[in-house]
């Protein structure tokens, strides 16, 4: 079972919700992006409990009871009459077990067979009332298409909190934001400068209005964030989001490997939100720059860069120079990693089930876990 603790949380259609809220009845995200719903709730009383770390960095509080979905790496099972590994070796393991060798030995031999691959969910779908796109390129409920919204969270600036510029060294990123205006808006521009990229000026009133109500408008680069509306909108309008984050401050190596960086610690905590609830696997990484100014070394911004993987991860742009160097990109094994477990204090767990063929559900940070065999595990809590 999962603790009963602040700490772990169900995704639910409408965001993360503590397990202490989950009951009977109540609808969940499953593996496969669709929605189920719990058919038991099993409390276990005080069990032992210990913290799963995966090797993204996200972490669950889960009892000796527990039951996880996965795999071993690099190591191979008989299934019939023929060996498998990978995701065709997944099986059913339980925290027992997965105390006998996750993470017990960090030589580099031992550490790639040490470890659990678990499932990564498909991208969820939320069920927060009204969609951000009604028809085509008209955007009713907010009046800023969420492609448009990406290039301005990236390279666009709204600071004087009454005018909506961006800069753009490709032709393309304002092409499509100029397609993606309503009716009564303009883009103007491009106004040339010195250097390679270009200034462009959005006139929009309703996307002024919008962006104030948000409250976005009049924040520097390291204050802005994803409002809660398009962090929670469709699969569709969240790569269109997605697309304008990366095609403006995204990049893709030579190799097909995508990052996202920003000043902002909530845009990226955001960022990394919207790309797990889309399917993708992000890892963070924190840094200071130094420089030197008049002779005086000096620390420069904190900066914050994701590496996403994606099953596709051109799907993560628009833009065709980048879109197309990160979609030759394949993950031989699109999982994510149990590393270690810690042992921590004893307290309340409690199992659920839910109606989901595959008995999978959605935790912290969209961490795939298994249903506990609650009435089975019931059964033998109480006989021992």
Same mark, same amino acid.
């Given at each position: ?68 979905? +996965? ?14 590994? +990978? ?72 600071? %004087? ?22 009716? %009564? ?70 190799? +097909? %490997? ?53 099953? %596709? ?72």
């Amino acid at each position: 079972g999962i603790r009963k603790s602040l700490n772990n949380k169900l995704l639910t259609p409408f965001g993360f919700r503590p397990v202490a809220e989950i009951g009977l009845g109540t609808k969940v995200c499953a593996v496969d992006g669709t929605v189920t719903e719990v058919i038991g709730v099993y409390p276990q009383g005080v069990r032992p409990i210990y913290r799963c770390h995966f090797s993204d960095g996200s972490s669950v509080e889960v009892d000796d009871n527990h039951i996880w979905q +996965g795999w071993r790496v690099n190591q191979t099972v008989k299934k019939g009459s023929v060996r498998t590994s +990978g995701a065709n070796a997944v099986r059913n393991y339980t925290m027992r077990e997965l105390i006998g060798f996750v993470g017990r030995e960090r030589t580099r031999t031992a550490y790639a067979t040490n470890r659990l691959a678990i499932p990564v969910a498909e991208p969820v779908s939320y069920n927060v009332s009204g969609q951000l796109i009604s028809r085509g390129n008209f955007v009713s409920r907010a009046g800023l298409h969420p492609y448009v919204l990406g290039v301005l969270l990236g390279d666009g600036c709204m600071t %004087d909190g009454k005018t909506l510029t961006f800069c753009s060294a490709d032709d393309e990123i304002p092409g499509r934001v100029k397609s993606l205006l309503g009716e %009564d808006d303009a883009m103007l521009g491009p106004y040339s400068q010195d250097r390679s990229a270009k200034n462009y000026r959005i006139k929009s009133e309703s996307a002024l209005a919008t962006l104030r109500s948000l409250g976005i408008m009049g924040k520097y680069a390291w204050e802005k964030s994803i409002p809660r509306i398009y962090k929670m909108a469709s699969v569709v309008e969240r790569w269109e989001l997605l697309r304008g984050l990366m095609d403006t401050d995204g990049w893709a190596d030579a190799d +097909g %490997d995508i990052y996202y960086a920003s000043t902002s610690k909530q845009l990226a905590d955001d960022v990394r939100e919207v790309a797990m609830s889309l399917g993708g696997i992000v890892t963070t990484r924190e840094k200071t720059p130094k420089y030197t100014y008049l002779g005086e070394r000096k620390e420069g911004r904190r900066a914050y860069t994701l590496r996403l993987k994606f099953r %596709d991860n051109g799907m993560a742009f628009f833009l065709p120079r980048k879109r197309d160097i990160a979609a030759a990109k394949r993950s031989q094994n699109f999982c994510r990693y149990m590393e270690r477990i810690e042992r921590i204090e004893d307290d309340e767990s409690v199992c659920f089930q839910v109606a989901h063929p595959s008995s999978l559900y959605i935790t912290n940070d969209f961490i795939v876990t298994h249903n506990s065999d609650g009435l089975l595990v019931d059964f033998v809590r109480h006989w021992h």
